[in-house]
Every structure is written in C-alpha cells, then in structure tokens.
C-alpha cells in the first residue's frame, strides 16, 4: 500500500464513521463505485473500530506492568510436596508462594516456596537454579536461611527451607530506631552471615530491611539471595559464565532502591562491597531510625544514593559512638575502594566496637558462631549462586512487643514546663526555664539537639491546627497549675494578642478558630467551650484540658481526677485518686485518655483510661512524668523529671556555702542560735512514706536519725526536736505533736487529740510550743502546748498561723489565708498588718533586739532571693541580703529556710531539678 | 536535602533526544523501577479491577519520572513528544528482552528474580505492534505519532493535539483509524506466524 492509497482509505473511513453503523455498507458501495478493493478495504477496517482490545486501549506501560505482576501458582494447601505435606500458606510474592509444611518421615515443619511452573519452561535454567539453592543451602551458617531441599512438583520447581519464626527487620524497626547496642548486635550477625557467602563467592546483590530476618531469639538471617550473581568462575566453569558480561539486560538495575550503591545506581560491574553498601545503608537506619537515601521517588532516592551524604546518625541519634559513625560511613563510600574490603573486615570492626560493650559481646556470642569454611561440600563444577527466597519465612504469630524508643530533645538543666507538636507533626514547640533563665518558649526538631529561643515569656497552652499559639502570658505557678493571662500569636513571630486573664489551661478545637479553656473567676473555676460559653463550673482548679480528635469531649483533670465533658455538659470522671496529675492527652483515635499521675509520691506512670473507664498502664519509669502531647501518628512528646531537693548551708564564721544535702527531698526545719545544728527532715522516698527527722551539725559531720515524722523546730537548748507526726491510717489521731530526744531518751507525745496539727515552733523558754491545728469543724489557729502535759489552749483567733515568736515570748507573727503578715501578742489583742511588707514575703526569723523580722522574697532574676530586714514598729524596709540559689528551677515558689538571730549563719532548701524532654516512638 | 534529579533526568532526556544513546542506558533503569513499582501495586492487590484508575495511575508513574512541570522545555509538547519516544524505546526494548529469554536463545545474563518474572504476556505483542507502527508511519507519521503518544506517552487527546498542533477531532479521527490498521495488521500478522 502507498501511502496516497492510505490516505484515501482513511479519507473513506473516516466518513463512513460520521454514518451510522447500518447505512456504512450502503455508503461505502456509493462512495467507492466500482473500486470494490478499496470498498474491501475499508469495511474491513470498520470490523476493528469497535472491537475492545487489550493491549491497545490501555497505556503500555500499564501493560508492562500488569504483565510484571502476572501472578501464577494455584494453592498447594493439602497437597504432597516430596517427603513433605503442605499446612497452609504463608505468604505470596513476585516469585512464587511460601507455605508452611511438615516432613512426613521426620515431622519437622519447614518452609517451602513454589516457583512458577513458567520458570520450568527453561531446562538450562532450571538446572542452574537448583545448583545456585543448593550452593546457597550447603553455607550452613547460622546467619543464612538454610535450606534443606530442592525439587519440582508438576513442573513447578520448589525450595525446601528451614521454617522461622520472627519477624523481618523491616517490620522490627517499623517502630523506629533501634538502640546502638541492639542494631551493632544485629549488624554483626549480618556481617558474619554475608561474610560466609562471599568467601564462596556468592554476592547478595539485594540486601534490604525486608530480606533480613529476625528471629524470637534474635538471630538474624539473611534470606533472598535471589540477586545474587556469579562473581567468580571456577576455572572449569560453563562457557556461558566465562563470557557473560557482567552488565545486566537492557542495563537493567538489579537491587532495592534505597539499599543501592552507587555501582549498582550506574549499572555498573558490581562485587561484594555492593552489598557492604547496602549493609551500611541497612545500618544507618537501625540508628537514625530513617532511611539513608530517601527521595519522593525512585529517581530521587537515586540520585542521592549517587550524590548525597546522608546526615550523620550521630545527629540524629546522639548514643552513636564516633567510632560507630566512622563505621557507617566507610560502608557507605560512594566510591567501592573507600568502602570495607570485605565482610570479614567488617565482621572484625564491628566485633570490636561490640566488645567495648561486654555484655553484648556474650549476647552475641550465644547467638552467631562464626562459620568455619567447609569447601568439600561445593560441587566441583558448580556456579556459585546463591539460592532464592524472596518472601520472608513469616509465620503468623503476633509480633513481639517492641520495646519504645526514647529520643532525648532537650539537653540544658532547667525544667521544660509545656510542650506541642506544631501542625506538621514534627516540629515541637515548648516553654522552658533553662539554666535558671527567664522562662522562655522554644522551637526544635527531632533531628537536631538545638532549639530555637521564641523570644518570649510564655508558658505554651497549646497550637492550632493551623500553627496558631495558645500562650499565658506571665504566667505564674509553675508547670503544675500555671495562671496567666491567655494570648495567641502565630508560630511565625508577631505579638501576641492578650484575650483573657486568669486562665490555667486551653486547647485549641480542630476548627483552629475555637478555645476550650479553663479559668478562674472570683474564685472558682470555669471550663468554657467556646470561651464565653461555661460547660462546667467548679470551686477547684481546672487544669490540662484537651479536646478530643473528634472534637465531642473534653478531658481535664480537677482534683487528682481525670474528667471527661461533652458538649452539652454532661460530666463523666473517668479515674480519681491521684496524687498528682502531671499531664493528659488523646489518643490518637481520640478512644482514650493517656495521663501521667502518681497515685503516691511523684514517680508518676503513664496511664490510658477509655470513655468507659478501662485503665491500664501505658509505661512505667524510674522517674517522674510529664505527659505533653501525642502526634497523629502516636508519637509521645513528655518529660522525665528528676526533682530533688537539696539543702545549703552557711555555717558560723564561713564566708562559702556548702552544700549539706542528704537524701533527695530534704526540708529545712531549724538551726540552733549558734547555727552549729540545724534540723531538717527527708520528705521523699529516701525517707519513707512518714518522712524522717535528721539533725545535722552544719560542719557536715554525718547527720543523726532522730525518728519518723516531720520536724519543725529545735529546742533552744537543743535537747529536743519538734515533730508533727501524721497518721495515714483510718483510725487513731490524725497527728501527734511529738518531741524526740536528739539524745538518749524517750519521744514524748504532746498533744494527740482530735485537732489536727499543721505545724509548730518553740517558744524562747523551750518549755512551751506553739502549734496551729485544725479542729473539726473550725479553721486553722494557733495553740499553746506546755511539753510537760496539758490541754492544747488556743491563743489565736482563726485564721491565723503562727510562724515566729519575739526573742521574749510575747509577741507572735502569724499568717493568714492570703499570706499576708500580722503582729499580735501572745495575751491577746487584734492582730495588726506587719508594716511595710509586700506579698510573697516568707517571715524567716525574729532578729536578736526584737525589733525587726527578716522575710524572704523571690527576686526578679529566678537565680537569687532576697532577704529583707523588716523593722516592725516603721515599717522601714531594707535589703539585707541576695542569695544566688543553687540549680533554681523555682517548682515551689516557697522553700524552707531556717537563719539564726544574728543573721550570720543559715540553712536552706533548695529544688534540684532535671527535666529532659522526649520523643517516644511505639508506646501503645 | 537537596536532590538534583528533576534537573538530572531533564538533561538526560535532552541529551537522548540529541541523539546520546548513553542518555539512554541511564533512563532505562529509571523507567524500569517504576514498572516494578506498578508491578508490585498490582501484585499487593491494591489496584485489581480498577481499570478506570490505570491511566490516572500510569500518568503519575510517568510524572514521578519526568515532572514535567518542573522542566525547562522548549516547550510541554516537545517534553511530551520525546518522554513518549523514549517509552517506546524503553517498553519494547524490554519486550524484547523477555522474548529473548522465554526463547532461551541469548545468553543475556538476567538473575533468578528477573527470569521468574518473565510470564507470558503482552510481550510479543508489543514487539508486533512496534514493527506494524513502523510500517504505519511509512503510510502517516502523523497517525503512527498519535499512536505513540497515545499508547506509548499515556497521553490525552488534548495533550496529543497540544504535540502535534492539530484540532482534537484530528487527533481522535486519526487514532481510530490508525487503531483499526494496527488491530488488524497485528491479527493478520499473528495469522501468518500460526
């Protein structure tokens, strides 16, 4: 046909498509006359315009790959295979299925994978491929699946191998990173395993993530050495070896995406260190717990195989040894001479790295003998290519609960206070106090240990998801139970716009428009929703409220309890009793509340509570928690926090403080007037659910254990230590007033009525205390005891809490409910506002003349105090001394301090505290 | 981090329609892995019975390789015009490959993974088309171009019209007629090997 002839064909054909189907014969014989060849010719063409064709009507490469994903293979369930009976399927792959089966003679199970009977078609390669299996089966090496048998079944050639149990590392770092310790054990096995295979001359050529499998005992196998190529000829080898390029077909690239090395990339003439390539690959994401080379595509993740270095895992993962690192990175040279030279190098490297780490040195050793070479086991002819397992041998358990991985974000001393993710899921957003600083909002990243000051004092309340700041401004408290005046500001900069004061807690709806907060006003607590609208009102704090994925309820927590509302108000407490809630947050499927809370002490464990009250607990550390938010995708952001307190001393005729603390939670009582002694008592767990009494001489000699109970005072002539003694059980006396000899003697009960002791000083002639208390039915008022016996007398109104007594006994200065000062005698009278004092002063000490009180009060820098001596008939105020405090994180705002009268000699209490943030990856 | 292969590829397949044949050699692979991508996708099950969803899901495959929209082209026809070229290339090239293999008769080295691979196919198929598009573009490269865009380049007839700078009637006229030669070239041909 000549193209002009075409022409005309299709110039008839397409008219005779502008007709209708039953009129084209009628139009054709007119339009075509007496040229019936071309009339023909055209109506056959017409036959396959509406015919549906398969390759046509779909794009090639479309085609291409459907041809690709041809699957093949009818079940085997049931059926005999050889010796062995078919149990069920295991898995289905490119290349064949695997099932579980069982040797009918030895009982053993195994795993058999069946190849597509297409693969038989090839006589020649199907001899080669039962030689490359049994090459690969003969390595007998504990890191290589070992494979026990070969054989076809109706044309379909089959696999014989040992059956694991396990899971690929794959699925084992699905969780993200695995700690240094376990990913060197793990790389030394795969190291020994593929050192094995190449000392027989069998390269890998495939090595990912997916074809190394871990097993319940945590032995790794190397499966799928189904790439794997001949690298070495014997010298009678078959001539098709011998003169093969060793480039592939149609440069095609053989090899995983992401585990490539540059030579394979290139298709390039590839040997052994391809896969030590791939092996460091492997590696980096066992640490980093991302991939080395990642790109949005394949061509992408190529192209950084070839040309990027991948971020030092020692960045991302700060336990990564130096000489890990350099490890890593010589595997993966982009050029082959700067890689190891061989497996067994590595091997060697890796053991040595491992034996700086004993006990993983013995772990190891348990779980992979080095392999010795058994060279008479090779065919004599044989081409060495190792056997094809594609699919992992998985059999279907439930995997083993992978344990959490923590990653450490913040690294300065200090206390971090709030923390969000923002909107993308990975920045994190948090206020601190670092280093005893103003505190401060942070931005950072989880792969990099820097943060990025805010410049801004605010406590973070929550983001949007929109990136839009919920802050309290000038916050006060601190981190439990913060006020401040509610403002939002976009991440990116700007100011803040203030909108409510006097707010304790808010989230942000997923409307990013509405607040749900909580504040206080006049006095009780309302959670509003939207603000303006109160869902609940309550005479207690409200603090740590979150709002639902689904946006139907709300959590907070109000009085060591976790609640829950919804919308209409309707009011659900999910868990009470606790000690102290230190966090809350959804879910990421918003079905339960995870809370961090103790329900005695502060080692608070990480909790999950349903709508329908279905606890459990989520995690448990050593360590106080501080729940700060969960990703979409189940991230934990919280604090591990370490809070101790510790006790300094000046002692008499030192210009230097010391530091006298004892165990982790030490109270300033007393100092004697010499400030030779001083009493404290240990509040945390060194002593003991009822606290313990120590006194001490301030040149920190050893401390002397007085009794439980927690002290207040020492006598004057230092004979005795006052004691509250609380009750904790259901019966007996709430409290006791006791005195324990600081030497031999009796402890001496005071007082141990139905009045409920808070607290108590010596009066100057040490035979009288004063001792504030709480009779059922009455507020809190100060008694007077006699030591040798008596009823309790009350002397003050109530209200009111004694807290010094005058050098002469007749004078008292008390608190009231606000804090605020008062000066009353000890006969009687109305108490008078002490004169020139301002809120927060902590009264300390009575000077010797009488005439003035010492207070303390916080100084505008969080590092110092400041001690003021008060004159109390003037009111004359002056400042008398600034202490810089050691390790301020300022929990509590007050903190025990004892001074003697002269005011050259003190002891007091100081906070101790170290709060890491972390990111924690797999907690279910 | 920064990955320059959008740029990359863009020279590539400047240099191969230049003429460099070891362009070629380097986007072969390219397009390869992305066949084993789709491929894998069917294999999961994950795109069985969606044939309406095929060409969007062939079009992004063909995006991911090229991002044409990033490219600093004479112009999106002459992108078009070429990565179409090139998958014709690349496709029947592999056509070609596994034919050989099934036939046993070269001795091209191909592992385990990829032997297994080979099933029958569109294979053969898509070797007959390629000669029978040949013959056609002797009788009118316009149509043979139609078809290579079409089939080859995953193209809509918008997109082939926007190449070949005719109306889309044209576009579609010619493919119908071109589809009819090529079904029945390809049946006769089929006829004459049996």
């Known amino acids: ?924 | 981090m920064a990955i320059p292969t959008t740029h990359e590829i863009t020279d590539l397949l400047v240099a191969w329609s230049g003429g460099d044949q070891l362009a070629l050699e380097k986007l072969t692979p390219l397009v390869y892995q992305e066949l084993r991508r789709l491929a894998q996708g069917y294999l999961r099950g994950e795109r069985a019975g969606h044939t309406l969803q095929t060409t969007a899901l062939v079009h992004e495959a063909y995006l991911r390789l090229t991002d044409a929209s990033r490219m600093r082209w004479q112009n999106r026809a002459h992108f078009f015009a070429v990565s179409a070229q090139l998958m014709r290339h690349i496709l029947v090239d592999f056509a070609r490959a596994r034919r050989n293999l099934k036939r046993g008769g070269d001795a091209q080295q191909v592992s385990l993974d990829e032997a297994l691979t080979v099933a029958a196919g569109h294979s053969a198929e898509l070797i007959a088309l390629d000669d029978a598009l040949q013959d056609l573009a002797r009788l009118d490269e316009r149509q043979s171009k139609v078809v290579e865009l079409r089939f080859f380049g995953g193209l809509t007839e918008g997109e082939i019209a926007e190449v070949l700078q005719v109306s889309p009637r044209t576009v579609s006229s010619d493919w119908s007629l071109a589809r009819s030669w090529l079904l029945r070239e390809l049946s006769r041909r089929e006829r004459d090997d049996a």
């Open chain 1, 1 to 924: 046909m000549t193209p002009e002839r075409y022409n005309e064909v299709g110039r008839l054909y397409r008219a005779a498509m502008e007709v209708a189907p039953a009129q084209r014969a009628a139009f054709l014989a007119a339009a075509c006359g007496e040229d019936d060849a071309l009339r023909q010719e055209v109506q056959s063409l017409l036959g396959y315009a509406e015919r549906p064709d398969d390759l046509l009507d779909h794009p090639a490469l479309d085609a291409a790959a459907r041809t690709f994903a041809k699957e093949s293979a009818e079940s085997l369930v049931g059926q005999r295979l050889g010796q062995y009976q078919i149990l069920s399927l295991l898995g289905k792959g490119g290349m064949g299925e695997v099932y579980r089966a069982r040797h009918m003679q030895l009982g053993r199970e195994a795993a058999i994978k069946v190849l597509p009977a297409e693969y038989a078609e090839n006589v020649d390669r199907l001899r080669r491929f039962e030689q490359e299996a049994r090459a690969a089966g003969m390595l007998n090496h504990p890191n290589v699946l070992t494979i026990y048998d070969i054989g076809s079944h109706a044309g379909a050639p089959y696999l014989v191998a040992e059956l694991l149990e396990g899971e690929t590392l794959r699925e084992r770092t699905r969780c993200g990173a695995l700690t240094p310790h376990r990913a060197v054990g793990y790389a030394l096995q795969v190291a020994r395993g593929l050192a094995a295979a190449h000392e027989k001359g069998i390269v890998h050529r495939d090595l990912k993530p997916e074809n190394l499998f871990v097993t319940q005992d945590g032995r790794v196998k190397i499966l799928d050495f189904g790439l794997a190529k001949l690298t070495q000829s014997l010298s009678r080898g078959d001539a098709d070896a011998s003169t093969h390029p060793h480039r592939t077909a149609s440069g095609m690239i053989l090899g995983t995406i992401g585990y490539m090395s540059p030579e394979q990339v290139r298709a390039e003439e590839v040997d052994h260190r391809s896969d030590l390539f791939a092996f460091g690959a492997i590696l980096y994401e066992m640490l980093a717990g991302r991939a080395a080379f990642r790109g949005s595509s394949a061509v992408e993740t190529m192209s950084a195989i070839l040309n990027a270095e991948p971020r030092l895992v020692s960045l991302i993962c700060r336990r990564v040894s130096p000489a890990l690192e350099r490890l890593v990175r010589r595997c993966l040279g982009k050029n082959i001479e700067e890689r190891f030279q061989s497996a067994r190098d590595l091997a060697f490297a890796l053991e040595e790295l491992s034996s700086a780490d004993a006990s993983s040195g013995a772990a190891l050793a348990r779980t992979s003998e080095p392999s010795g070479r058994r060279p008479w086991l090779l065919p004599a002819s044989a081409l060495l290519i190792a056997a094809t397992m594609l699919a992992a041998f998985f059999v279907g358990r439930p995997a083993e609960q992978m344990p959490p991985e923590f990653q450490r974000l913040t690294f300065h001393r200090g206390a971090v206070t709030a923390a969000r993710f923002a909107p993308d899921g990975q920045t994190i957003i948090y206020s601190a106090r670092w280093q005893g600083e103003q505190q401060q909002l942070y931005s950072t990243r989880p792969e990099s240990p820097e943060s990025r000051p805010l410049g801004l004092d605010a406590e973070l309340l929550a983001i949007s998801p929109v990136g839009e700041l919920a802050i309290a401004l000038q916050p006060s408290g601190f981190g439990l139970g913060i006020r401040g005046t509610l403002a939002q500001m976009p991440i990116a900069g700007s100011a803040p716009r203030p909108i409510l004061q006097n707010v304790s807690a808010a989230d942000w709806a997923a409307d990013g428009k509405r607040l749900a907060i909580a504040r206080e006003v006049n006095g009780r607590y309302h959670l509003e929703f939207p603000s303006g609208t109160t869902l609940h009102e309550t005479a207690y704090a409200i603090e740590r409220l979150r709002i639902s994925p689904q946006g139907d309820w709300i959590a907070f927590e109000e009085r060591g309890a976790i609640e829950a509302i919804n919308l209409t108000g309707k009011r659900k407490t999910l868990s009470s009793g606790w000690n102290a809630v230190t966090g809350l947050a959804w879910s990421p499927d918003g079905n339960e509340v995870w809370f961090t809370a103790a329900k005695v002490g502060f080692n608070s464990t990480l909790h999950s509570i349903t709508l329908s009250g279905r606890q459990r607990v989520v995690t448990r550390l050593p360590h106080q928690l501080r729940l700060f938010d969960i990703s979409r995708d189940g991230r934990v952001l919280l604090a591990s926090v370490n809070v101790r307190k510790g006790i300094r001393c000046l002692p008499p005729g030192d210009s230097q403080e010391r530091d006298l603390s004892w165990f982790d939670w030490g109270h300033v009582a007393d100092i004697s007037d010499d400030g030779r002694l001083f009493l404290f008592s240990e509040a945390g767990e060194g002593g003991g659910a009822g606290q313990t009494v120590y006194l001490r001489k301030t040149d920190g000699s050893p401390p002397i254990r007085l009794g439980e109970g927690v002290a207040y005072g020492l006598s004057p002539k230092g004979d005795w230590a006052l004691t509250i003694r609380r009750n904790s059980a259901p019966s007996g006396p709430l409290s006791q007033v006791i005195l324990l000899p600081t030497g031999p003697g009796e402890a001496k009960v005071l007082a141990d009525s139905r009045i409920n002791w808070q607290r108590a000083i010596w009066f100057p002639d040490g035979k009288h205390i004063l001792a504030s208390g709480v009779e059922p039915g009455r507020r809190v008022r100060g008694y007077v005891l006699d030591i040798e016996g008596g009823e309790p007398r009350p002397i003050t109104r109530e209200g009111l809490t004694g807290r010094l007594i005058s050098p002469d006994g007749q004078w008292l200065i008390a608190v009231d409910a606000r804090q605020t000062l008062a000066h009353l005698s000890v006969a009687g009278g109305e108490p008078q506002p002490v004169p020139g004092q301002v809120a927060g002063d902590e009264p300390i000490q009575w000077s010797a003349n009488g005439r003035s009180i010492y207070v303390r009060q916080d100084a505008p820098d969080p590092k110092f105090k400041r001690i003021y001596r008060l004159e109390l008939t003037t009111g004359r105020r002056e400042l008398w001394k600034e202490q810089l405090i050691a390790d301020p994180v300022r929990i509590a705002q007050s903190l025990p301090m004892a001074m003697t009268p002269d005011g050259k000699s003190y002891a007091y209490t100081y906070i101790r505290g170290i709060f890491d943030l972390y990111l924690i990856r797999g907690l279910k």
